[in-house]
């Protein structure tokens, strides 16, 4: 099952969108606790990663709305329709802590004694709701600026080299890495279909973005509008980067039978009704 650990699992914890958006704001549904469980399958996951992935998708973009947060709402969703049959090519849900490699959610022990700069270690995670059973190119450091280190993606692949790339198709057979169009060193073991992981990536930049211009209406904080612009200008980027993807009609399938487009549910609200 994909989706929202949190649903897959059963579990009382809710998934949100980081940070968490409130319920009732401004009429809102609180679409972004991303409940699944309208036309999912067991506890709330999905059959499918994307739709699992277009559920979160909508939750935002609902919030956004719902706070007439000004997003080119369209456009992100015919980037979605058109290029969604990419993201089933992901078939193994994996657990992404899609926020793990951010600085306020990482916690260390630091020994002072180890050396000139001191030995670092990764002790845990301050806040575990943030996790998804999905395509581990979600997370979030993989659509940050700056990119990932050599010394993240040498980790990530398990420590067979992570240097990135021009760009151009190479396979490392003797270290199960695969350059992809996505210009980094890949582990074929995570990540699936490594042709297609530049334009999946693309769609999560999409998604990212998408939340941190939503969120800073939500919970304004100190420098808001210079965090709102980034986000906008990396929003912007990253749709005119999928401006520039070709559909291949080959490679396009039809949703499953029985699974309810996210964007055609009702909105949730505390009398049941939608609207």
Same mark, same amino acid.
């Given at each position: +099952?994909?989706?929202?650990?949190?649903?897959?699992?059963?579990?009382?914890?809710?998934?949100?969108?980081?940070?968490?958006?409130?319920?009732?704001?401004?009429?809102?549904?609180?679409?972004? @606790?991303?409940?699944?469980?309208?036309?999912?399958?067991?506890? /709330?996951?999905?059959? @499918?990663?994307?739709?699992?992935?277009?559920?979160?998708?909508?939750?935002?973009?609902?919030?956004?709305?719902?706070?007439?947060? +000004?997003?080119?709402?369209?456009?992100?969703?015919?980037?979605?329709?058109?290029?969604?049959?990419?993201?089933?090519?992901?078939?193994?849900?994996?657990?992404?802590?899609?926020?793990?490699?951010?600085?306020?959610?990482?916690?260390? $022990?630091? $020994?002072?004694?180890?050396?000139? %700069?001191?030995?670092?270690?990764?002790?845990?995670?301050?806040?575990?709701?943030?996790?998804?059973?999905?395509?581990?190119?979600?997370?979030?450091?993989? @659509?940050?600026?700056?990119?990932?280190?050599?010394?993240?993606?040498?980790?990530?692949?398990? /420590?067979?080299?992570?240097?990135?790339?021009?760009?151009?198709?190479?396979?490392?057979?003797?270290?199960?890495? %695969?350059?992809?169009?996505?210009? +980094?060193?890949?582990?074929?073991?995570?990540?699936? $279909?490594? %042709?297609?992981?530049?334009?999946?990536?693309?769609?999560?930049? +999409?998604?990212?973005?998408?939340? @941190?211009?939503?969120?800073?209406?939500?919970?304004?904080?100190?420098?808001?509008?210079?965090?709102?612009?980034?986000?906008?200008?990396?929003?912007?980027?990253?749709?005119?980067?999928? =401006?520039?993807?070709? =559909?291949?009609?080959?490679?396009?399938?039809?949703?499953?039978?029985? %699974?309810?487009?996210?964007?055609?549910?009702?909105?949730? $609200?505390?009398?049941?009704?939608?609207?």
């Amino acid at each position: +099952m994909f989706g929202p650990a949190a649903a897959v699992l059963g579990l009382s914890v809710p998934y949100r969108q980081p940070p968490p958006l409130p319920q009732g704001v401004n009429g809102s549904s609180g679409s972004g @606790s991303g409940n699944l469980n309208n036309g999912a399958d067991g506890n /709330g996951g999905t059959a @499918s990663w994307s739709m699992a992935f277009h559920s979160m998708l909508e939750s935002i973009l609902r919030d956004g709305e719902d706070m007439a947060v +000004m997003v080119a709402y369209g456009t992100i969703r015919r980037h979605f329709r058109r290029l969604r049959h990419l993201l089933d090519e992901v078939t193994v849900p994996r657990v992404v802590v899609v926020d793990a490699a951010e600085g306020g959610n990482v916690l260390v $022990d630091f $020994d002072p004694e180890s050396g000139e %700069e001191g030995l670092v270690r990764i002790s845990g995670l301050r806040d575990w709701s943030y996790c998804v059973f999905g395509d581990p190119l979600l997370a979030s450091v993989f @659509s940050d600026e700056p990119p990932p280190s050599e010394e993240f993606l040498a980790g990530f692949n398990n /420590g067979n080299g992570g240097k990135w790339s021009s760009g151009e198709e190479e396979t490392e057979t003797e270290t199960e890495t %695969e350059t992809s169009a996505a210009g +980094m060193a890949l582990n074929r073991d995570l990540i699936e $279909d490594t %042709e297609t992981a530049g334009t999946r990536l693309l769609l999560y930049q +999409m998604y990212h973005a998408t939340v @941190s211009i939503v969120k800073e209406f939500y919970r304004p904080r100190t420098q808001s509008s210079r965090r709102e612009l980034e986000a906008r200008k990396r929003l912007t980027e990253a749709l005119a980067r999928l =401006e520039q993807v070709h =559909e291949d009609p080959k490679r396009r399938h039809q949703r499953p039978n029985g %699974e309810m487009s996210p964007a055609k549910r009702a909105r949730q $609200d505390d009398g049941g009704g939608g609207g």
